[in-house]
């Protein structure tokens, strides 16, 4: 739902300036974040020695959660429109390993999203491998109603959680994974924009919604 081109990026430009190593351009570095290279690798790309380099990752991960930064993510064009056609047909639970929940809810009263949602399960990240914790979250939330369900997400975390639970998956072609990484795990659908407009015709006729009924 969330452009975070700009969050990671600053991010990645203080951690930088931390090492005293000139960033990536913002396109080089968002590309390699997209094809899954880890932030060790991007550093090490960008000259920084390997040597305690986890020092640094510990406080870039301990940034990407603070307001500061978490104020740069922008609401993708037609995710308002989305939610509000799909909540009148379905329970919509957001699922993420966001370690801290009150900068998460902060976010999502800040951005009016939290209106379309009937919960928001966040987990800490500390499962391996990490899907086995958003499977745990929902289980843990659901109960054994685990029918009809469907996961929208932007990595292979998200579309194993999904198969895991026997949920149909959608992935977005222009989230934090590449087409390329994520085709590998057989997503059930991909979506090009949030715009319900732009989804497949098969898509939306899974989701039992009509474009008559679009508002």
Request: proline share 3%; hydrophobic share 35%; net charge neutral.
């Amino acid at each position: 739902m969330l452009n975070q081109i700009d969050r990671y990026y600053c991010i990645h430009q203080k951690t930088c300036e931390w090492l005293k190593i000139d960033p990536m351009s913002r396109e080089v570095y968002w590309l390699q974040k997209r094809n899954k290279v880890s932030e060790c690798d991007i550093l090490t790309q960008c000259g920084a020695a390997k040597k305690n380099l986890n020092i640094y990752i510990n406080r870039r991960v301990e940034l990407l959660e603070q307001s500061e930064y978490l104020s740069l993510d922008e609401v993708h064009p037609g995710v308002y429109r989305a939610l509000s056609n799909l909540m009148p047909h379905y329970n919509l639970v957001i699922v993420t390993l966001r370690h801290n929940k009150e900068t998460l809810h902060r976010q999502l009263s800040d951005l009016k999203l939290d209106r379309y949602f009937r919960a928001v399960l966040n987990g800490g990240g500390a499962t391996t491998p990490a899907y086995h914790e958003k499977v745990k979250m929902i289980t843990d939330w659901l109960g054994k109603d685990l029918s009809n369900g469907w996961l929208f997400g932007d990595t292979e975390t998200d579309i194993l959680t999904g198969s895991s639970l026997g949920f149909r998956t959608v992935v977005t072609e222009f989230g934090i994974r590449s087409m390329d990484v994520l085709e590998p795990y057989s997503p059930n659908f991909t979506i090009c924009s949030w715009e319900m407009e732009t989804w497949p015709s098969n898509l939306l006729h899974s989701l039992k919604i009509a474009s008559k009924d679009f508002q």
